[in-house]
């Protein structure tokens, strides 16, 4: 069986690092990473998609990851999008832009994994 592809998209590199691990260990999937919208969308635009799940910080610098979410809705490149932000604005910005999932930051990963866990079994499989 193929283990489900994972983009995680976040400006801060301890918590990109610690995120990475957990989900490759926890949800046992492949896991690429980027430090912006911007390196995020090149890369997708690279491989024509292929992940099964987007995992994205909302304040980036540059792209933010709402933008990235539309973007990403519009060339239907990830079947599910989660949308990660610690402000007050980040349920509305999420439901604007088409996530699948909020997790409000900062969040327990022991609560948030079976959630990923769920969008990732339904999420079919990338290109």
């Given amino acids: ?6 983009l ?7 918590t990109r ?15 690429d990473t980027a430090a912006d919208g911007a390196e995020a969308q090149a890369l997708l635009e690279r491989r024509g998609g292929g992940f099964d799940l ?7 610098p540059g792209l933010h ?4 979410i539309r973007w990403v809705r519009r060339h239907r490149l990830v079947p599910q999008c989660v949308l990660m932000s610690a402000y007050h604005d980040g349920p509305a910005l999420a439901e604007a832009a088409g ?10 990963l022991r ?17």
Wanted: net charge negative; hydrophobic share 45%; glycine share 10%.
């Fill in 17 to 31: 690092e610690v995120l990475a691990l957990a989900l490759g260990g926890a949800l046992e999937a492949s896991v």
């Fill in 99 to 108: 996530a699948d999932l909020f997790l409000r930051k900062p969040f327990e």
């Fill in 1 to 6: 069986m193929l283990r489900p592809k994972v």
């Fill in 8 to 14: 995680l998209v976040e400006d801060d590199e301890d």
């Fill in 65 to 68: 990851g709402s933008d990235l």
């Fill in 111 to 127: 609560e948030a994994l079976p959630q990923l866990r769920r969008r990732l079994h339904g999420a079919g499989s990338g290109a």
């Fill in 54 to 60: 987007l995992l994205t910080d909302e304040r980036m």
